[in-house]
């Protein structure tokens, strides 16, 4: 069973950089497509960065520049490199990954792409 954990929010200024982690466990996640998404207070979520089995990443333009998506496959940890970040960057971030290795994914950056779910870590900015 594929168990996702994020970890490396907190609270930052604006402008700061933190960097957040998601580690897998059950099952190698190196050659997966995986995504960090965020949700806002009372609002879906949207994806943020996503990373495909042959290093392929995608952001929406929210964040392209400032966030980077990265996976590390010896430790089977997925990161997300956030700089210069904003107060409207505040949310819960989760990390997902897709059910089937090398299939095609038309939509990358849509929640309902990914099948496991890891529980969240909070980033807050304040200005």
């Known amino acids: 069973r594929v168990q996702l954990a994020e970890s490396g929010g907190g609270s930052v200024q604006a402008g700061g950089s933190l960097r957040l982690a998601c580690t897998a466990s059950g099952h190698t996640s190196s050659n997966y497509c995986m995504g960090w998404f965020r949700q806002f207070p009372g609002r879906a979520r949207v994806g943020v960065a996503s990373?495909?089995?042959?290093?392929?990443?995608s952001y929406p333009n929210s964040v392209k520049g400032r966030f980077t998506i990265s996976r590390d496959a010896a430790k089977n940890t997925l990161y997300l490199q956030m700089n210069s970040l904003k107060p409207e960057d505040t949310a819960m971030y989760y990390c997902a990954r897709v059910q089937r290795r090398g299939a095609y994914y038309s939509d990358v950056l849509s929640p309902k792409t990914y099948n496991y779910w890891g529980q969240g870590t909070q980033v807050t900015v304040s200005s």
């Open positions: 990373i495909d089995g042959a290093g392929r990443t």
